[in-house]
């Protein structure tokens, strides 16, 4: 077996999406094109302070609806975790830095060949990051085939809605797609731009049952926290979902 194939990525740019996560942007630095399919993930390889080798996976947040020219922004969504090792990586990476990466790798994609009528997008922290990068071609579908879009946020505040931004901007441009954020410990303050009819207090799996979700018309994706994959998957396979039509990758913040 071929060893992967590793190429450099430069850091361009750093904001805070919450107190704790990060939105890195880089170029591939090689000159290469990146041909990435929404909802896919790079894995950055890097090492301990004793030398062994070891690497992260992240998910691409780029908003793109085909392969990433030379020079195109390359972006990720980064958990800072208190004393782990990918966090002293990254926050110690200045701008014009340099990291490994190899990829993109996974199948937590759209599917050309779908018919369904509904997508049922679930996430919790940074498994969020595949519905960005999934906006174009969510787009293409609702224009082209009428597909209505329903995504489900946790959070536990609204300063931990990564993107929550962008996906309430989208939801006003775009009659078919539905945000839905969960918070599970605070409500928006009134007057606050999240502070709409679909807020929900509670968490993600709570909130689910009432979309009524329906094997004939329905796909859904499931990505971020175990148990909330695990709980989402079991009540989607209680409303007759067949397992093929649910679509599962789960976060596992490591150090």
Known sequence: MSAIKRFPLKLTGRRML???VAHLSFVRDDGQPLDFVPG????VHFEYADGT???RSYSLATIHDHALAPGDAVEIAVSYVAGGAATALFEGLDEGGRVEASGPFGRFCLMPADANARYLLIGTGTGITPYRAMLPLLEQQMAQRGVEVVLLQGARSTAELL???EFRAFAEAHPGFRYVPCLSRELPEAGSPHAH???RHGYVQQFLPGFAP???RDIAYLCGNPNMVDACFEALKEHGLPVPQIRREKYVSSK
């Open 18 to 20: 919450a107190p704790t």
């Open 214 to 216: 329906d094997p004939a």
């Open 53 to 55: 080798a070891t690497k």
């Open 163 to 165: 993107y929550g931004d």
């Open 40 to 43: 896919q993930f790079l894995q």
């Open 197 to 199: 009819a679909d807020v």
